[in-house]
């Protein structure tokens, strides 16, 4: 099938993206565009049937879903970048995982359970918050303590409680609805929970230290692989909610209720705005940039080049908050009218500077 182009997708998302929210996920017609375009692959292998796109791609799209609409972004960098961890599955897991044209992954990074070790796997007790994602999602990936059959520890190689990463299947965890906040209303983002399930032994996983498939982006450092991802998001809704208080103010001044000289002072704010966004943008994607190319010709990433990454990232968030805060007032009671799309925009930014990760700069 033909890829789309970016002008045609977003036609599509936005047409649907009001019926999502009511929905409380994402609309059929969003999701048929998501596997079509393989939008929850878009880290998986070739050789799995993903997409195979590579992080500095990666993080543009995903900027550019979250301008089309937050929920699709935010569930799409949540599930797609859960499937970053077909890097480290069991090959033949990953293969009867990724054969399902609608995979997608959802999950927790929270401990949220325990797993006892037995003769052939683990027998799993748990229950974890916040899976964006959820009510389509075909596989749950959740992270577990792991205890002996007498309920002691198992320790970890410097003497703590080992914890590991696990694939659970859909029909093996019930969701909990309980996704009842005012934006991102679409991801879908409930708990789930699972109660005495036995899962064998190859479907644990262990992030960066235990790759299984020999690809570029598997070995980048995961707290700011996380770090990039959701503030890209941030960026795009910022960029949508800024085009959206322009058209409000200039559709309200058009009425005469403000005199020249505050049109001119909003116009004024409006472009200091847009320029501080734009800049601190392209710092971002230099740093990433840089960080990725320093990864593929050495190897590694200096901790320098790491602490500027997430520096950059956790200032654009930051930035993205207090602009869209300075900006609301100029956007009149539409913006504050839950039916409307600016409204919509608003809200799923601040939900989305809920997320601990981008909390503080330093």
Not at 47 to 73: N, T
Not at 224 to 253: C, I, W, Y
Not at 282 to 307: C, G
Not at 322 to 350: C, Q, S
Request: glycine fraction near 6%.
């Amino acid at each position: 099938m033909e890829t789309l182009t970016s002008t045609d997708w977003q036609k599509r998302v936005k047409q649907f993206a009001a019926s999502s929210e009511e929905m409380g996920e994402l609309h059929p017609e969003i999701l048929e565009l998501a596997y079509q375009e393989d939008w929850f692959k878009l880290f998986v292998p070739k050789i799995y049937g993903g997409a195979g796109k590579k992080l500095p791609e990666i993080l543009r799209l995903e900027e550019e879903l979250a301008q089309a609409d937050g929920s699709l972004g935010w569930t799409i960098t949540l599930c797609a970048g859960a499937a970053w961890f077909a890097g480290f599955l069991n090959p033949e897991l990953a293969e009867e995982v990724f054969e399902d044209r609608k995979v997608c992954f959802a999950g927790s990074g929270a401990v949220g359970g325990i797993a006892i070790k037995t003769a052939s796997g683990y027998l799993i007790n748990g229950h974890w918050k916040y899976a964006s994602g959820a009510l389509h999602a075909t596989i749950f990936t959740a992270n577990c303590t792991l205890k002996n059959q007498d309920g002691s520890d198992i320790l970890d190689e410097e003497g703590k409680p080992k914890v590991l990463s696990f694939i659970l299947k859909k029909d093996e965890v019930k969701i909990l609805s309980g996704w009842s906040y005012f934006g991102l209303v679409a991801t879908g983002s409930h708990a789930f929970e699972v109660n005495n399930l036995e899962v064998p032994a190859n479907r644990t996983f262990k992030i960066n230290n235990d790759i299984k498939f020999e690809d570029e982006g598997f070995d980048y450092p995961f707290l700011q692989l996380a770090e990039t991802t959701l503030v890209v998001n941030t960026l795009g809704m910022t960029n949508h909610f800024v085009e959206l208080v322009e058209d409000e103010f200039l559709s309200r001044s058009g009425l005469k209720r403000y005199s020249e000289e505050q049109i001119l002072y909003f116009k004024s704010e409006l472009k200091a705005c847009k320029t501080e966004i734009s800049e601190l943008r392209d710092n971002f994607y230099k740093a990433f940039d840089e960080s990725w190319e320093q990864l593929q010709n050495n190897s590694t990433i200096t901790d320098e080049k790491l602490r500027r990454v997430s520096l950059i990232s956790r200032t654009l968030a930051h930035a993205c908050w207090r602009i869209t805060g300075k900006l609301f007032p100029y956007a009149g009671l539409e913006a504050a009218k839950t039916e409307t799309e600016i409204n919509r925009v608003w809200r799923d930014i601040h939900t989305a500077s809920q997320h601990a990760l981008l909390t503080f700069i330093d």
